[in-house]
């Protein structure tokens, strides 16, 4: 069973449109990442936390915000989605030294 | 800023084949983990190693972390068509954060 969540799987939406693309993760971690992937491409860093009200930006510049008011939920916003914008997002969690655990991820295509 | 080098971005074997995968960096790393990826999906933690030298097996699957800290190598042995995805070497630090090479695509003729 999957211990971190995203929604939706899938999302095609138009240009211009405001999408938020949840993340819930039920381990208690603290910390928690975003992830922007092209297909078969490399991971991004976009967003991180480290608790809550605590947010940073990673190594990839983005257009998104991100927030974290409780432990277990980390949603990203886009206020206007745009073409550029068309990936495949991915949500994950930590706790000490034993690596991440991410979710299924969110393929988006903006038209 | 820390990178890893994963290379060569792509490979292609035969079913039944072995086949190695490597991973260095210029900074040392507390941790080294595999994931794989599969179409569609998240990386999954395939190995986790937390000690320099110490070589570790998951079925088909060995990985070492290296004496110096600054590398880490994946074998899989008698592969199978399900071995398909792409496998990404990370690094974990003190401060927990990762760095992930930039993953090899693997490909697995039957």
């Known amino acids: 069973e999957a211990d971190i969540y995203q929604t939706p799987r899938y999302l095609v939406i138009g240009t211009g449109k405001k999408i938020t693309l949840e993340c819930s993760q039920t381990m208690g971690h603290d910390k928690m990442y975003w992830y922007q992937q092209d297909p078969g491409m490399e991971l991004h860093l976009i967003h991180y936390s480290y608790g809550v009200n605590s947010t940073e930006k990673g190594d990839l510049s983005s257009e998104s915000t991100v927030s974290r008011i409780r432990t277990e939920h980390f949603p990203l916003t886009l206020e206007s989605a745009r073409p550029s914008h068309t990936s495949q997002y991915l949500c994950?969690?930590?706790?000490?030294?034993?690596?991440?655990?991410f979710g299924s991820g969110t393929r988006l295509t903006v038209v | 800023g820390q990178q890893l080098n994963q290379s060569p971005q792509s490979m292609f074997i035969q079913e039944g084949e072995d086949v190695s995968m490597n991973c260095t960096s210029s900074s040392i790393f507390n941790t080294w983990l595999w994931y794989k990826q599969d179409p569609g999906e998240g990386p999954v933690l395939l190995i986790a190693l937390y000690k320099a030298g110490e070589l570790t097996s998951n079925g088909r699957l060995t990985a070492q972390f290296g004496i110096t800290r600054k590398d880490s190598f994946l074998n899989i042995s008698a592969s199978i068509p399900s071995d398909v995805g792409i496998y990404f070497c990370?690094?974990?630090?003190?401060?927990?954060?990762?760095?992930f090479g930039k993953g090899i695509t693997l490909s697995v003729r039957p």
């Open positions: 994950a969690s930590s706790e000490g030294g034993s690596g991440y655990t």
């Open positions: 990370a690094g974990q630090s003190a401060n927990s954060k990762l760095t």
